[in-house]
Each structure stands twice: as structure tokens, then as C-alpha cells.
């Protein structure tokens, strides 16, 4: 089942809207386990959304429209070249669309398609359509697991996505240290493709701590070609390890956002304002995973 997504509300005579949060994606886990034909990787990857997000504004429009605000926005582009426009125009009804950015771009986080899919749905909402139109995979790998929006473990390419029900809570700091990572060139870098995956069956986790402790075991297999195309990446992983109460400090996607694991909130708030302080620079949030 897909958690809900729309938050807008229709009145009057004017332009219909929907309003839409696009939460960012963390791969707690990412192990690449081979590599197609046409170059894409195989993946096996344990994916869950957290608390902070963008946000994805349509209203009814005479023509197709982007403007793009908010704290992250600098750089993002408002034209064609957005997923989010992309999103937009697969549908029938042009739209207007407000994207606020709170999350940075090219961050391993999956601000592009988790913005692409509060886009898909904010238009469904919008016009009433149930089935998404053709070609939103497309728009992406991760596109469908943030459809889901909800804790699920990913593979092929990103096209399979089963959702894993019951994850206990977790409780993390995430930090970007302001450095964009080109997806493909962290690819490029890596060296051993045939890499093993999770176990078949992943296991029942009782707690936070049981979780903590299997994901301890696990791998984000893109860590290493990240850290060779931009090396202040392993500075994120150590200074977020060392953060007191972190059980595991690891990048997601292919960087170059990583994350810290607590087992309650408030570690990961003191964790995120430590942090904040000795690194003024770095974008830094408490977050809960779910
Ligand atoms: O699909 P998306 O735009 O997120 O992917 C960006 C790039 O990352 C692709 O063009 C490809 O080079 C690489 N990629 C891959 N295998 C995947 C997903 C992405 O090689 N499963």
C-alpha cells in the first residue's frame, strides 16, 4: 500500500492544486551484484525514506511551468531539463508547478526522483487520473521505489521493489559536505561488479539495535569509487562515526550524503548539532528513517 501522499486541498472556483512531500531516500544498504548488457548495474539495495523532504506544489495552468524556491534551490535548473518538468509532461493537463528544495541535488539521496514521483502523483491527484502514465520509469532508476515512498528492498536496475514491512525505527544524522557526485562516473569507478547480495531472505530484525546491528554487516559497495572521485566523502563517513551514540556511519546512493544510525531521536538531534558546529559548511540534519 502507498502512503498517502496529497496534502492540498481543493475550494471555490480557482485553479485546482495538490501539494505533495518528497521525502529523501537513503539506501542503508547498496550492494551492487552485477552489470547488464547495456552498462546498467544490478542492485540489491535496502531503501527507506526519512522525515525531511522537498516539497512538489501543481496547480491548474494554461501552459507547462517550473519555479523552483526554497533554502537548496541555487543551481537547480527550471526548465526541461528538471525531472520534475519531465514528470509533468507525460501527463495530458499542463500544469504549474512550485518545487521547494530543501534537500541538496546530486546528493545520493534521491532529491531529483523522489521530486519526479511527489510530481506524478500531485498530478494524479490533481486530475483525478489512478494510473500513471506511461514512461515514469524512465525518468529514472529510483523513480518507483519513491512511488512507494515507504521502507522496501530494490533490485534489477531499481525496476523490482518489494516493500519490507515491520523495519523498527531509525533514528540518523544525514550530512552532504557540498560536493555534487555524477552517478555515472561512480559507476565508472567501480572496479569489482559482481558483488554478493543480501541474504535472499532478509531476517525478521526485533528492534532498532537487531537492525542496527545486520545493517552493520551490509555494504554500500558505490562507498569506495565515491570516496575515489571525491575523497571529503571519507571525512563525512569518520566524522559521523564519531559522533557520540553512532552505531554506523555509511554513504548512500552514490554519494555524497552519508548518514549516521542512533537508537533514539535525541542522539541523533545532539549527533546533528555537534556535527553543525564543527562543520558549518556541510548541509546536516537530524532525520527519522522509516
Ligand atoms: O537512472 P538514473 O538517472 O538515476 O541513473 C543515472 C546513471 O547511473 C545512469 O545513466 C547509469 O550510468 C548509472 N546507473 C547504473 N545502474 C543503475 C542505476 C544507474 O549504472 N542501476
Redesign the pocket.
Known sequence: MRKKAASGSNTGNGPLFSKVFAPAKVNLTLH?TG??AD?????DSLVVFADVGDRVAVRTAETLSLDVTGPMAQGVPSDASNLVWKAAALFDTPVAITLSKYLPAAAGIGG??SDAAATLLAISDLTGQKRLPEGTVE?????RVCLMRQAARMS???EIVDPVPDLPPLHAVLANPGVEVA??A???ALTEKANKPMSKALPRWPGTRHLIDWLAAQRNDLEAPAIKTEPVISEVIASLGALSGARLARMSG?GATCFALFETREDAEAGAETLARDQPAWWITPATLS
Not at 39 to 43: N, P, Q, R
Open positions: 551492487v552489470q547488464r552498462g546498467y548495474h544490478l542492485l531529483g526522483s525518468l529514472g532508476a529510483d523513480v534489477g536496475i531499481g552517478t555515472p561512480v559507476f565508472g552514490s
